[in-house]
């Protein structure tokens, strides 16, 4: 197709050079680049997942980090770990477990890139007749570099060939952005009894022991 086209044009250019010995024929390049972007954006989420074991008076006796999210077979499977850790700590009262509870979750953006990617390419190529009528200074050779000057003499007509070659790039440029999600997951152990220990009395008990002391002190006395 390109080639009958230029034959065409070179036939032209022939019969306008045959009118009269003082025509010229040239010809150039140029070209051209055009880039044709489709978005897509693509969200990375990353975890950072601790769990805690803690007994009813505050000892922390299970804390672990894990680079995964809360539903990971991974830290469920730690959640049984932590449950045999506050058991075993606990005894030999018996242990109430409760949880894990999200104590706290903070989502924050870690950073982004972009990238292109070349889906096609199209190239195009467009012949045009220029022609000039003297005096005149046309731009022939390589039109990208700059060109060469060609002088068109007064009573002279020239006809340039220009030959441009469109470039269209059709690309699909990705921003990725990344998301951390930093959570803390906390299980409580709760020991029967309050894991052993003797309650404080009452106020009403102290006072009624302290009225028993003082009778017995008179009776002693009499």
Excluded: C
Excluded at 30 to 42: A, C, H, K, L
Excluded at 104 to 110: A, D, E, N, P, Y
Excluded at 198 to 219: D, F, H, M, N
């Amino acid at each position: 197709m390109r080639a009958g086209v230029a034959l065409a044009l070179l036939a032209a250019a022939g019969a306008s050079a045959a009118q009269g010995s003082a025509n010229t024929l040239t010809t150039s390049t140029s070209s051209s680049t055009t880039f044709v972007d489709t978005p897509q954006v693509i969200r990375l989420d990353m975890f950072s997942t601790r769990l805690l074991g803690v007994l009813d008076d505050g000892a922390t006796i299970y804390d672990q980090v894990f680079n995964v999210a809360f539903a990971d077979p991974l830290v469920q499977a730690a959640i049984l770990s932590a449950q045999a850790a506050l058991v075993a700590a606990g005894a030999p009262s018996a242990v109430t477990l409760s949880g894990p509870t999200l104590t706290s979750s903070v989502v924050t953006s870690t950073g982004s890139s972009t990238s292109a990617t070349v889906d096609n390419t199209l190239l195009t190529e467009i012949l045009t007749l220029e022609d000039t009528i003297g005096p005149g200074t046309i731009l022939i050779g390589n039109r990208d570099l700059g060109g060469v000057a060609f002088e068109v003499l007064a009573g002279t007509t020239n006809l340039n060939i220009n030959t441009h070659t469109a470039t269209e790039i059709f690309r699909t440029i990705t921003t990725t952005t990344t998301f951390l999600t930093t959570s803390v997951y906390t299980l409580i152990g709760e020991r029967a009894g309050g894991g052993g220990t003797i309650p404080e009395p009452g106020s009403l008990a102290l006072v009624s022991l302290a009225l028993l002391a003082a009778w017995k002190r008179r009776a002693s006395a009499r």
